[in-house]
């Protein structure tokens, strides 16, 4: 069975340390790797991942596929409050006839002032 | 990024009654819609998947007699929570994609908190 596994579950830091997120996953081929964010209701996308070793950036946050070790990593750097949330790590398996996505436990993180 | 409207925000009912959740793509053509449902402090867990024109693919467990999900549309889907009890109250999001356009990632309706009393 197709599996994504976040951790750690949780996690709290101060504003301005670097938090390293990680998602490894069991599924047999998949398309692509994605990081949402979750604040209060709906996630927002952060990055698509879908060759390894190709690091994707966005401002203080960064992402990387391997995909040898089954794994993706996004680090976020100098936090502020407001990165506080849930980051949600999903795997699209290359199933045919279906374009799910497949979410993993989420690692919420708290960043205190 | 494209929007995702998800209707109502929040909506109470009461135990036996129906409640029905719209997802509506708002600047683009959806092929496909996806039906979540998350507990507090839990992930996203996929109830089902729809194709405009088709029958929803439901993952196993879910009730496809009790979660009804009709994709009318390119921009519509609702799903349907039939005879609804108190252990279906919970968060339900709805997700869009429009496969071959917009890099393929998918959009996040608001969600829709249920409670059933």
């Known amino acids: 069975e197709d599996k994504v596994v976040q951790s750690p579950l949780s996690l709290v830091v101060h504003e301005g340390d670097t938090v390293t997120l990680n998602c490894s996953y069991e599924v047999t081929n998949f398309r692509s790797l994605l990081w949402y964010k979750q604040e209060k209701k709906a996630p927002t996308f952060l990055f698509m991942l879908t060759s390894s070793g190709i690091e994707k950036k966005s401002g203080r946050l960064s992402s990387i596929l391997d995909k040898k070790e089954l794994s993706s990593i996004l680090n976020i750097t100098a936090t502020q409050t407001g990165d506080s949330a849930i980051y949600l790590c999903?795997?699209?398996?290359?199933?045919?006839?279906?374009?799910?996505?497949?979410f993993g436990t989420g690692t919420r993180l708290k960043v205190l002032a | 990024g494209a929007v995702v409207s998800q209707h109502p925000s929040r909506v109470i009912c009461k135990s036996g009654t129906s409640v029905k959740i719209e997802c509506r793509s708002l600047?683009?053509?959806?092929?496909?819609m996806f039906w979540y449902r998350q507990f507090p402090k839990q992930s996203l867990m996929l109830m089902a998947t729809?194709?405009?024109?088709?029958?929803?693919?439901?993952e196993q467990g879910v009730e496809k007699d009790k979660f009804l999900i009709n994709h009318a549309s390119l921009t519509l889907s609702t799903l349907t929570v039939t005879s609804a009890h108190p252990e279906d109250s919970s968060f339900y999001i709805c997700s869009a994609r429009a496969l071959g356009v917009l890099n393929d990632e998918a959009f996040f309706g608001q969600g829709t908190r249920l409670t059933v009393v």
């Open positions: 600047d683009f053509q959806a092929t496909t």
């Open positions: 999903a795997v699209e398996p290359i199933t045919s006839g279906t374009y799910k996505y497949i």
């Open positions: 729809s194709n405009e024109g088709s029958k929803a693919t439901y």
